[in-house]
C-alpha cells in the first residue's frame, strides 16, 4: 500500500522543471530590464534637474546684477564727458573686466540699434511716438534699457520707443 501512493503523487519531470527555470529566468531577466531602464530614467532626470538647477541659480544671480551692469553703462558715459583720461581709463578697464566675467558666464547683451525694425517677440516697446518719416514706421527710434540673454534664453528684453 504505501508502494502504491508514493506512485500516484508525480514528481516533477526534469524537463517541466526546465521549462519552470526558463520562464523565473525570462520573468527575472525582464524585470532587470525594466528596472534598469527605470534607473536610466532617473539618472537622466536628475542631471536634467540638476543642470535645471544651475542655470535657474546663474539666472537669478545675473538678473541681480543687471541694475548694476546699466548703473556701469551709465557712469561710463558721464565719465567720458571727463577730461581726466587716466579716470576715464581706469573706470573703462573695470567696467570691460566686469562685462567680460559676466560674459564668460553667459551673459549676452542683446544688440540692438535705432532703426532696427520692431520684433515683439525680442524688443519690449514702453511707448510708441509718431515717426519721422514713413521710413521710420515700425521702427526702433531709441533704445531706453539694453536687453540680455543667458546663454539661449533672454532674461532681460530690450526696452524701445518704436515710431508709429
Not at 508502494?3 to 531577466?29: D, F, R
Not at 543667458?150 to 508709429?164: A, F
Request: charged fraction near 35%; glycine fraction near 4%; aromatic fraction near 6%.
Amino acid at each position: 500500500m504505501g508502494n502504491s501512493k508514493s506512485k500516484s503523487t508525480k514528481k516533477p519531470t526534469l524537463k517541466s522543471q526546465i521549462e519552470a527555470l526558463e520562464i523565473s529566468v525570462k520573468e527575472e531577466n525582464d524585470k532587470f530590464l525594466r528596472l534598469f531602464a527605470e534607473f536610466e530614467n532617473y539618472k537622466k532626470r536628475t542631471s536634467k534637474e540638476r543642470l535645471e538647477l544651475y542655470k535657474t541659480a546663474s539666472q537669478e544671480l545675473m538678473t541681480a546684477l543687471l541694475p548694476i551692469v546699466d548703473d556701469l553703462n551709465r557712469a561710463s558715459n558721464e565719465f567720458e564727458k571727463s577730461k581726466e583720461k587716466s579716470l576715464v581709463e581706469g573706470f573703462s578697464l573695470i567696467k570691460n573686466k566686469f562685462s567680460d566675467t559676466l560674459k564668460s558666464q553667459g551673459l549676452i547683451p542683446i544688440s540692438v540699434e535705432k532703426g532696427d525694425d520692431f520684433d515683439a517677440e525680442i524688443h519690449e516697446a514702453i511707448t510708441q511716438i509718431p515717426a519721422e518719416n514713413e521710413k521710420m514706421k515700425g521702427k526702433i527710434i531709441d533704445v531706453i534699457e539694453l536687453g540680455y540673454k543667458l546663454g539661449d534664453k533672454i532674461i532681460r528684453y530690450p526696452k524701445v520707443v518704436v515710431g508709429n
